[in-house]
């Protein structure tokens, strides 16, 4: 391999926009650089070359994603969020309130701890406060409820070995996080208003959605679907479809946004996307979610499988994002 | 906002680029001369900085050419870049006397150097 191609290969580490504008440039620079008997890159001119192409990667992402239709899918994504994890949150508490008001005087019992109770109103407050612009306070409040979620995440793991409920946590972060980042624009006027009231409608459907298929219509569809069922499991048929109907409601809040803003969105909730279907359905034959049990409780995550848990959504999320930004290049 | 302190390489990117318009390897071999050997800036180092001085537009294109069939890219310092390394100096300078007033009070400089 001649030097200039040794060069070219190192070069194409720097993203594309640079390539195109200074690569010729810095091939001349680097062969007049060079020695009259070189024939390899020098091991100093391979670390600069690398950690300028990290650098330059670095300040390419940092400056797209400070483009203001960025900053309006982030502030979209502190109402979403939120609204998502107050309709998973609430589904017992609702229910609970449901048998007691059908005059089940137990409710749920002790199965419904006061932390699921707290959560959902917690998550319900961050959405208000998140549409009101008050995002400051929201991103305080949100930040508790995802460190209570992440010790939550953690107690199942310690307990049975369990990571199949981490979509909430990711979701959790990244409310937080997203409400923490300075946005031009509130999550209502991001959003708009009809599409505040179906994604109101979708949050409210996907709450009640236990209580009315179990206190509402309990003759209806009792048929028991035992499959995981999105992002919950063991729904009964009428819970399904009304969750399912939610679930959709929520897709359209976010596929009717201008396509700008829809790629964006969708490229910040594929981190969700990855870690649910890297708990639920596993990747292939890639023994992730078949852990073998013994006695009921699998083995515990193997290093590479916990490697997975944190690098898949991060690097699912820098390929849409390149993906996206390569796709809108003129 | 006042502007952050400036890294000591892409100060002496804008130095070498007072004089004259220069081409990177040209920019490389004063950079170079100005540290006296102490600063070996690389191309890699070298186009990430002109990459931000350009965007920042402290620095810009003049002219370019094909020496040898390689390609040789004039840079030239903006009236912005000028500005702005003006302000560095001072700030540079200003340091730098404070820390020579305090060391020549506590009798850890003299004239010629270090006591």
């Not at chain 1, 937080?176 to 409608?201: C, D, E, F, N, Y």
């Not at chain 2, 220069?22 to 690389?42: K, P, Q, T």
Request: with cysteine; net charge positive.
């Amino acid at each position: 391999m001649t030097l200039e191609r040794a060069y070219r290969w190192l070069l194409a580490c720097y993203p594309r926009e640079h390539r195109r504008q200074y690569e010729d440039e810095m091939i001349g620079v680097l062969l007049d650089d060079a020695g009259p008997d070189q024939r390899r890159p020098r091991a100093r001119d391979v670390l600069d070359l690398l950690s300028g192409a990290l650098r330059t990667h670095v300040r390419h992402t940092t400056t797209r994603l400070s483009d203001p239709t960025w900053r309006d899918a982030v502030a979209a994504l502190s109402l979403l969020a939120p609204l998502a994890l107050f309709a998973y949150a609430a589904r017992l508490p609702v229910l609970h309130l449901a048998l007691l008001a059908a005059g089940h005087p137990e409710g749920l019992g002790d199965s419904l701890p006061l932390a699921a109770k707290l959560m959902a109103a917690a998550w319900l407050a961050v959405a208000v406060l998140a549409a009101a612009g008050w995002r400051r306070t929201a991103a305080t409040l949100a930040s508790a409820a995802a460190a209570y979620d992440v010790a939550r995440a953690a107690g199942e793991y310690a307990e049975h070995l369990s990571v199949f409920n981490l979509w909430p946590t990711v979701l959790a972060a990244m409310a937080a996080a997203a409400l923490a980042v300075p946005t031009s624009r509130s999550a209502a006027a991001v959003i708009t208003r009809w599409r505040l009231g179906m994604l109101a409608g979708a949050a409210l459907l996907a709450a009640t959605a236990p209580a009315i298929a179990a206190v509402v219509l309990p003759g209806l569809w009792t048929e028991h679907v035992r499959t995981t069922w999105i992002f919950t499991t063991g729904v009964g048929r009428l819970e399904a479809v009304l969750l399912g109907v939610g679930y959709a409601l929520f897709a359209l809040t976010v596929l009717s946004t201008t396509a700008a803003l829809r790629r964006r969105l969708l490229a910040l909730l594929v981190p969700v996307g990855a870690i649910l279907l890297l708990t639920r359905v596993g990747i292939g034959n890639w023994p992730f979610p078949e852990r073998a049990p013994h006695g009921g409780i699998p083995d515990a995550l193997n290093l590479t499988q916990w490697l997975a848990l944190v690098l898949v959504p991060v690097l699912t999320f820098a390929v849409a994002v390149a993906t996206l930004h390569r796709r809108e290049q003129p | 906002m006042p502007n952050t302190p400036m890294q000591e390489s892409t100060y002496l990117i804008l130095v070498a680029l007072v004089e004259a318009p220069r081409h990177g390897y040209a920019i490389l071999e004063e950079v170079r001369r100005i540290s006296a050997g102490r600063v070996a800036l690389r191309a890699g180092t070298l186009y990430a900085a002109l990459d931000r001085l350009r965007t920042e537009g402290l620095v810009e294109m003049e002219r370019e050419e094909l020496v040898q069939s390689r390609l040789r890219r004039y840079y030239r310092l903006t009236a912005s870049g000028a500005r702005r390394l003006a302000e560095e100096t001072a700030r540079l300078r200003s340091n730098a006397d404070a820390a020579s007033v305090r060391l020549r009070r506590a009798g850890l400089l003299t004239e010629g150097g270090a006591a």
